[in-house]
């Protein structure tokens, strides 16, 4: 089994940054992607950034040049660095973890860009 725990969102301005980080745990083979999803209320899951173990991210249109989704291979750990934060990037942000065709998620962080 594997386990994901998320730290780092809350309540941030228009402009500002956050940081967000995600560890896991468990029975973990030596290659597998991570990533965040995002889900705004009354909207659909989607995905933000994801990123190999070999380094190679994709990033959804809407967050391309203001966010950077990097890992620790040693510490099973990424994270997603959040500037230029706008208010239509509030959701709850879903780390995740792919093994093959298995996924994986966390409980899930929320993040609010708000005056």
């Known amino acids: 089994q594997v386990q994901l725990v998320e730290s780092g969102g809350g309540l941030v301005q228009p402009g500002g940054s956050l940081r967000l980080s995600c560890a896991a745990s468990?029975?973990?083979?030596?290659?597998?992607?991570m990533g965040w999803y995002r889900q705004a209320p009354g909207k659909e899951r989607e995905q933000v950034a994801i990123i190999s173990k070999g380094g190679i991210t994709a990033y959804v249109d809407s967050v391309k040049g203001r966010f950077t989704i990097s890992r620790d291979n040693a510490k099973n750990t990424v994270y997603l660095q959040m500037n230029s934060l706008k208010p239509e990037d509030t959701a709850v942000y879903y780390c995740y973890l792919g093994i093959g065709t298995a996924s994986y998620w966390g409980q899930g962080t929320q993040v609010t860009v708000s005056t």
């Open positions: 468990g029975s973990i083979p030596s290659l597998y992607v």
